[in-house]
Nanobody, 123 residues
Framework: QVQLVESGGGLVQAGGSLRLSCAAS????????MGWFRQAPGKEREFVAA????????YYADSVKGRFTISRDNAKNTVYLQMNSLKPEDTAVYYC????????????????WGQGTQVTVSS
């Protein structure tokens, strides 16, 4: 069992930056691939970024490539999402998720989810 708690969301102006954190419980964090997803009002939850258990492989949605960076610190049981050059269309609730298998980009591949943190980007 893994419990995930996101933090770092908030209100920011377009062009600004935020860093989201996801703290995980459990001693097996380093064996999980981790992902970030987001859900805007009235829309489906969508993939944002993912990172392998070692941190050696990362994947991004085209919409955030070049602006967002996913990273992890296995010693701290934490995964991060650095978001730069934010746009109003990035406004959503951001969710952290853990995958017991190999790193993936589909919601169904993930086994554990956090409660989410709100990110609002004003124009």
């Amino acid at each position: 069992q893994v419990q995930l708690v996101e933090s770092g969301g908030g209100l920011v102006q377009a062009g600004g930056s935020l860093r989201l954190s996801c703290a995980a419980s459990g001693r097996t964090f380093s064996s999980y691939a981790m992902g970030w997803f987001r859900q805007a009002p009235g829309k489906e939850r969508e993939f944002v970024a993912a990172i392998s258990w070692s941190g050696g492989n990362t994947y991004y949605a085209d919409s955030v490539k070049g602006r967002f960076t996913i990273s992890r610190d296995n010693a701290k049981n934490t995964v991060y999402l650095q978001m730069n050059s934010l746009k109003p269309e990035d406004t959503a609730v951001y969710y952290c998720a853990a995958d017991r298998g190999s790193v993936g980009v589909y919601r169904g591949e993930y086994d554990y989810w956090g409660q989410g943190t709100q990110v609002t980007v004003s124009s």
